[in-house]
Structure formats: structure tokens, C-alpha cells
Nanobody, 123 residues
Framework: VQLQAYGGGLVQDGDSLRLSCAAS????????MGWFRQAPGKEREFVAA????????SYADSVKGRFTISRNNAKNTVYLQMNSLKPEDTAVYYC?????????????????WGQGTQVTVSS
């Protein structure tokens, strides 16, 4: 499966942004999906994950209550709605797909990665 993330941009503190991740090749419903981010000089970190059906989600504590992951399997697309953005959310955001059947989250092995999309939040 090939993943294409898009929707990043430059926003101000408190703004909202929605990222999308389009899957091609094998249908996205065959995979659990996740979002990760990497800020300059920092390691990549888990942001959110969603099960194949969309019924189970998980979030990093730093984004819980502000970000929402969702998916539309008919469109082979996964979304990350980001509200109340903060400057510390500035990073390159990556989507990833996992063929594992475990609980979606940071410990799940992710087999496929998309290119990143830059999110910059100015104060």
C-alpha cells in the first residue's frame, strides 16, 4: 500500500487543521492506521491510531482531547483533525499502516509509511 499524507500548513496558536492520508494499492481497510510526528531535533513520536473498522482509537496524552483520528474506508482515507493547536505541535506529520491485529497504538508494528506533511504553529 502507498500512503500520501497532505493537509499541513502554517497556522496560528489555537487554530485548527485537518490532515488526510490517502491510501492506494491495497485498500486501507486492510490495515490499522496511525499518525506520528517528528519535530526538529527530536525523535519521531506517536500521535494517534485507529483500528480497521474505526471503532477503536488511541491517542498520545499530549494530544488527547484536541486531536481526533477518523477514517473513511470507502475513500481509503484516514484523517487527523487537530484543534487548539499549540506551537509545540509543530512537526512533520507521518501516516503509517499496520497489518497487525493488535490493539492500535504506538507499540503496533507499522509496515508502511507515507511521506510527511509539515505542520507549523506560530505563537
Amino acid at each position: 500500500v502507498q500512503l500520501q499524507a497532505y493537509g499541513g500548513g502554517l497556522v496560528q496558536d489555537g487554530d485548527s487543521l485537518r490532515l488526510s492520508c490517502a491510501a492506494s494499492g491495497r485498500t486501507s481497510s486492510s490495515y490499522a492506521m496511525g499518525w506520528f510526528r517528528q519535530a526538529p531535533g527530536k525523535e519521531r513520536e506517536f500521535v494517534a491510531a485507529i483500528s480497521r473498522s474505526g471503532g477503536i482509537t488511541s491517542y498520545a496524552d499530549s494530544v488527547k482531547g484536541r486531536f481526533t483520528i477518523s477514517r473513511n474506508n470507502a475513500k481509503n482515507t484516514v484523517y487527523l483533525q487537530m484543534n487548539s493547536l499549540k506551537p509545540e505541535d509543530t512537526a512533520v506529520y507521518y501516516c503509517a499502516a499496520s497489518s497487525s491485529y493488535g490493539e492500535p497504538g504506538p507499540k503496533m508494528p507499522y509496515n508502511y509509511w507515507g511521506q510527511g506533511t509539515q505542520v507549523t504553529v506560530s505563537s
